[in-house]
């Protein structure tokens, strides 16, 4: 019987791609009018591998105080707009800082970097099957410049290390970076593709080869439950008749889980991109600028800056946020990229757990499986948590 996957971002998009490979008939439903609009669609573009550290870790601690007053230039938290989101925040938060403890930190790092590894296979099986230049690499290789002695001192003990010099071979550009950089970490494997270019490929070959069908403009507004069991979808205007649905819907997962007793311990980590014409001096691999949290992602001829982690606030402060975006990228690397044409700032929200791990799997409703959570790195983790639902689904025999 048919297969529904709610929500076609790249979570779900890859989850629908391994599905109907596998032999499985698949509808994907969004209410979006078309796929990758919510957090996937200008995001970082990394394919981060071998980079995988968690959002929760000991280096946020010291760094608590300043962002709680709102003095910390990458990291911000709002109030929550109700007593409701205020107290979700409380909750969250605690737990979050849980996950900031040596012991945790180093767990969650070991299953993201598992997760990672899988996933590095998996896109490299989906490229097998798509035309020869579909998921061609705009970016290969990264590195992360330490930009001050503390971070220079916990790089120096990693055996990707680079020193400042060498940093400087791998990536000539790097000579017009204005900020101070003591070094960093190279890892060359990890690359920048953009995250639609991505998606439009898997979803037209799954459309083409595998016949998938994609509903857009369709909100789901339930998931229909007899007795323990999946029935279908309903949507604005119609049942759709289904034993399975696998749940992609990043920050919208409870709207739909809740009225069955489930609940992901998600938070919106608001980001913000900025897409503008490469010029001849644009780095040819991904960048990350630590103190920023920046990355800079060469897109062929544009280049993607995208930063920012901001818990719990709204996309209303998307402006300021974005021209902060801009003003500080032309300051910290002026010269790769147009930074006088228009900019095409966007905004998204990272689904996050507290350990930044992903919920992926058979939930206690049979039938229905969730693929969501997976914070600032969903592109890096979507093709692996895709095999993972196909191996908990099983393929056609
Ligand atoms: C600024 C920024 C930079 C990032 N950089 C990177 C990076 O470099 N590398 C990386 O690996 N990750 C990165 N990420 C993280 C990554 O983008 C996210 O983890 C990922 O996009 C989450 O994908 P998703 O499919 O779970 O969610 P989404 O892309 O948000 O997809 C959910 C979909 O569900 C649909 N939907 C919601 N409710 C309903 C409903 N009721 N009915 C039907 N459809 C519905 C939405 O329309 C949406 O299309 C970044 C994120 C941000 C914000």
Redesign the pocket.
Known sequence: MTICV????????STAFALSRAGHEVIV????NR??????????????WSYTDPMASPAVLPKLPNILLGRDPAMRVGLGSNPGAALHLAKWGTQFLGQCRNNAFRKNKAARDGLAAESHAAVDSFARDLPSDALQPTGVGKLVIAQTPRQLEEMRRQPNYLSAEDCRDVEPALASWSEPQYGGLYSPDDT?LD?LTYCTALSDLAREQFGVRFELG????EIIVRRGRVQGVR?IDRVLQCDTVVS?????SN??LRPHGLSLPLMA?????VTLPATESAPRISVTDLSNKF?F?NLGDRVRI???ADIATSARGQKSRIDTLLQTARRVWPGIADYDAPPHG??????MTPSGIPHIGETKVHGLYV????????????AGSAMRIVDAIGAVQ
């Open positions: 709610l929500g076609s971002g790249v979570v779900g998009v439903i969004d209410k979006a796929i990758a609009a919510g957090a996937s669609h200008a995001n970082g573009a990394q394919l981060s920048a995250t369709q909100e789901v507004s949507t992609c819907l990043g920050m919208s709207t739909l980590v608001r980001g913000y991109s990355v992602a995208a930063g920012f966007w905004t998204g929200a990272r689904p693929n969501a959570g997976h914070g600032s790195l969903g592109y890096t983790f979507a």
